[in-house]
């Protein structure tokens, strides 16, 4: 059995080709498919994404658009957030959970997170609460899907929509119930990356609301309704042919890939048990009734940095999700909410640290990672 990480082995933190290589043919014929139409601008390629989204997400209404980031932004357009408004986001994300907001002239609201699940802290939002306050964002951080149980009480007691941020969350799942189906609407990014990833950049607005669906149609082609008749300023949010094509083939896919990911996350559990690692890492945790989905398996480290840096020279890769809170992001240094205390965040940075889980990921590597690991924390055996 092997103790110590093996010369002979990488593991790259995601492996994109592996994914493609069995469905290669399949893709290459969606795409020759879109090609002999000459369709490439929305389309019956995109109608049919969105149909098959809607039913795998629960959703009434499914809305392809150019990128997770427009998701966000048309959703938050689509519901009239401007100037004046204020909008509660984790200081703990993606860029765009706060980018967007800010882009319309409205006020992003930090707030700290939880410092089990890394998601947005309900009581944190409870007290963000102000007469300003036009929408709440919980993000849905590493594909586990916030505390909705409690965040949307506090939503509709205050009267405000919830947006509910799925970017890294396609198929995680609270008590049976859908990521994206809960909020006014979800927003979804099918980013290379991500566990469903197109061939660039794409996106997805979900709602049950029929008239909040039908804005955000009308917001992501500039607004026009007929042509050339523009009866509010939208965008160019609309999603490619050629990605929608991709996404139709990889769709069906994304059971089995997210099984996958979640049977790898059972593994690194079992190994760093049996490296006795308890003392030294953090594993996620996936509290109960709610489905994880794995887009990132993100550990809690001491000594952070070094780590990196002995697992790289193990040709493990590794990313940090995220090192510079919104609080301390220098284009946000003169929001009212960037000069509070979010100890919890700052902390995480600090710490965290995103390594391989991708499906295709084999025993050997996980082993080859965590052995690493124990090397570095003087475990090794």
Same mark, same amino acid.
């Given at each position: 059995?092997?103790?110590?990480?093996?010369?002979?082995?990488?593991?790259?933190?995601?492996?994109?080709?592996?994914?493609?290589?069995? /469905?290669?043919?399949?893709?290459?014929?969606?795409?020759?498919?879109?090609?002999?139409?000459?369709?490439?601008?929305?389309?019956?390629?995109?109608?049919? =994404?969105?149909?098959?989204?809607?039913?795998?997400?629960?959703?009434?209404?499914?809305?392809?658009?150019?990128?997770? $980031?427009?998701?966000?932004?048309?959703?938050?357009?689509?519901?009239?957030?401007?100037?004046?408004?204020?909008?509660?986001?984790?200081?703990?994300?993606?860029?765009?959970?706060?980018?967007?907001? $800010?882009?319309?002239?409205?006020?992003?609201?930090?707030?700290? /997170?939880?410092?089990?699940?890394?998601?947005?802290?309900?009581?944190?939002?409870?007290?963000? =609460?102000?007469?300003? $306050?036009?929408?709440?964002?919980?993000?849905?951080?590493?594909? =586990?899907?916030?505390?909705?149980?409690?965040?949307?009480?506090?939503?509709?007691?205050?009267?405000?929509?919830?947006?509910?941020?799925?970017?890294?969350?396609?198929?995680?799942?609270?008590?049976?119930?859908?990521?994206?189906?809960?909020?006014?609407?979800?927003?979804?990014?099918?980013?290379?990356?991500?566990?469903?990833?197109?061939?660039?950049?794409?996106?997805?607005?979900?709602?049950?609301?029929?008239?909040?669906?039908?804005?955000?149609?009308?917001?992501?082609?500039?607004?026009?309704?007929?042509?050339?008749?523009?009866?509010?300023?939208?965008?160019?949010?609309?999603?490619?042919?050629?990605?929608?094509?991709?996404?139709?083939?990889?769709?069906?896919?994304?059971?089995?890939?997210?099984?996958?990911?979640?049977?790898?996350?059972?593994?690194?559990?079992?190994?760093?048990?049996?490296?006795?690692?308890?003392?030294?890492?953090?594993?996620?945790?996936?509290?109960?009734?709610?489905?994880?989905?794995?887009?990132?398996?993100?550990?809690?480290?001491?000594?952070?940095?070094?780590?990196?840096?002995?697992?790289?020279?193990?040709?493990?890769?590794?990313?940090?999700?995220?090192?510079?809170?919104?609080?301390?992001?220098?284009?946000?240094?003169?929001?009212?909410?960037?000069?509070?205390?979010?100890?919890?965040?700052?902390?995480?940075?600090?710490?965290?640290?995103?390594?391989?889980?991708?499906?295709?990921?084999?025993?050997?590597?996980?082993?080859?990672?965590?052995?690493?690991?124990?090397?570095?924390?003087?475990?090794?055996?």
């Amino acid at each position: 059995m092997t103790t110590r990480p093996a010369a002979d082995v990488a593991v790259p933190l995601l492996d994109l080709v592996a994914q493609y290589r069995p /469905i290669r043919e399949e893709v290459l014929r969606a795409i020759t498919r879109v090609c002999d139409s000459q369709r490439f601008i929305m389309g019956p390629e995109v109608e049919a =994404l969105e149909l098959e989204l809607a039913a795998l997400l629960g959703a009434e209404h499914a809305i392809a658009v150019s990128s997770g $980031t427009d998701a966000l932004l048309a959703a938050m357009m689509a519901l009239g957030i401007g100037p004046g408004a204020e909008v509660i986001v984790p200081t703990f994300s993606f860029f765009a959970t706060a980018g967007c907001v $800010t882009r319309l002239g409205a006020t992003p609201v930090f707030v700290d /997170i939880d410092p089990v699940t890394f998601n947005i802290d309900p009581d944190a939002v409870a007290r963000a =609460l102000s007469p300003r $306050t036009r929408a709440i964002v919980p993000v849905h951080l590493y594909g =586990l899907m916030a505390d909705l149980d409690r965040i949307l009480p506090i939503a509709r007691q205050a009267g405000v929509p919830v947006i509910e941020d799925a970017a890294q969350a396609i198929g995680a799942t609270s008590r049976g119930r859908q990521a994206g189906s809960l909020g006014i609407a979800g927003c979804f990014s099918f980013f290379p990356s991500k566990n469903l990833g197109g061939f660039g950049d794409g996106g997805l607005v979900t709602t049950q609301d029929a008239a909040l669906a039908r804005e955000l149609r009308l917001l992501r082609n500039h607004g026009m309704e007929p042509k050339y008749h523009h009866k509010r300023i939208g965008g160019n949010f609309r999603l490619d042919a050629l990605q929608a094509a991709v996404l139709r083939v990889k769709a069906p896919h994304l059971p089995a890939w997210t099984a996958a990911r979640r049977r790898n996350a059972d593994r690194y559990r079992a190994l760093f048990d049996e490296f006795q690692l308890a003392e030294h890492v953090d594993v996620p945790v996936e509290p109960n009734g709610y489905a994880h989905i794995y887009h990132q398996f993100v550990v809690r480290v001491a000594r952070r940095d070094a780590l990196r840096d002995h697992l790289q020279g193990h040709r493990v890769g590794t990313e940090i999700y995220y090192p510079v809170p919104f609080h301390r992001q220098e284009c946000f240094a003169a929001l009212p909410s960037a000069s509070g205390a979010f100890p919890v965040a700052d902390r995480a940075a600090e710490r965290v640290l995103a390594l391989p889980i991708y499906g295709e990921l084999t025993e050997e590597q996980q082993r080859h990672v965590v052995a690493a690991i124990a090397e570095f924390y003087g475990n090794g055996r």
